[in-house]
């Protein structure tokens, strides 16, 4: 099983950027995939879920502005990020059957 997240980067506030997390070595269609967040000297956090069929649940402190989706035929979960503020600037974890990604960065500064 394995997870590769992309398309971190630095960005200003008020921006916008797209997460990716390609999957592989699972029946990726089959499993709820999810994004959490780690900031500096903070613990790693809920972001957003997808269930395999496509339902999304997501935290209060992005509901509205980040959305959550994802391509079965591509393996690959995504999370676009708009509106972004300061405080969204973390390493960005995608976790789909109990596994963990490398992380992507975010930082949101102008």
């Known amino acids: 099983v394995q997870l590769v997240e992309s398309g971190g980067g630095l960005v200003q506030p008020g921006g916008s950027l797209r997460l990716s997390c390609s999957a592989s070595g699972f029946t990726f269609s089959s499993y709820a995939m999810s994004w959490f967040r780690q900031a500096p000297g903070k613990e790693r956090e809920f972001v957003a879920t997808?269930?395999?069929?496509?339902?999304?649940d997501y935290a209060a402190y992005v509901k509205g502005r980040f959305t959550i989706s994802r391509d079965n035929g591509r393996n690959t979960a995504y999370l676009q990020m708009n509106s972004l503020k300061p405080e969204d600037t973390a390493v960005y974890y995608c976790?789909?059957?109990?596994?963990w990604g490398q992380g992507t960065r975010v930082t949101v500064s102008s």
């Open positions: 976790r789909g059957k109990a596994t």
């Open positions: 997808i269930t395999n069929t496509g339902s999304a």
